[in-house]
């Protein structure tokens, strides 16, 4: 499966990294991942960027690293419909104490916009 995953400097975004380079190192997926800009998120680009090669190279796999530039939501849509991706994976989604997802903006913006198959790791 050819996937692209998301992340943008959150704690769900460092979730999602080592959810997906996990099973790509278990399932042999196609990975590649895509940085964006979160306003939201507590790292740098360079932090994030350095996390995601260790955490590759740890695991032995070989996935390219892409910085995407503009608005993240947009520009992982775009990607992930342009370049044929099966699969779009996002951190994201935290309970409520009601018992209700919240997600953030990207995250909604991807989920509402985007016609390749979105999961969220949580």
């Known amino acids: 499966m050819k996937v692209l995953l998301g992340i943008g400097g ?18 042999g997926d196609d990975l ?18 350095t996390r995601v ?15 995407l530039d503009g608005d993240p939501g947009s520009a992982l849509v775009d990607l992930a419909e342009n370049e044929g991706f099966d699969q779009l994976v996002l951190g994201g ?5 009601m018992g209700k997802i919240q997600i953030g ?4 913006f991807v989920l509402l916009n985007s016609h390749v198959t979105v999961t969220l790791v949580r």
């Open 105 to 108: 903006n990207i995250a909604e």
């Open 32 to 49: 590649t991942v895509a940085i964006v800009d979160n306003p939201a998120g507590e790292r740098s680009r360079e932090d994030i960027e």
């Open 93 to 97: 989604g935290e309970t409520s104490p």
């Open 10 to 27: 959150s704690d769900d975004s460092i979730r999602a990294l080592e959810t997906t380079v996990e099973r790509t190192a278990n399932v």
């Open 53 to 67: 090669t260790e955490l590759l190279d740890e695991r032995g796999v070989d996935a390219p690293v892409r910085l």
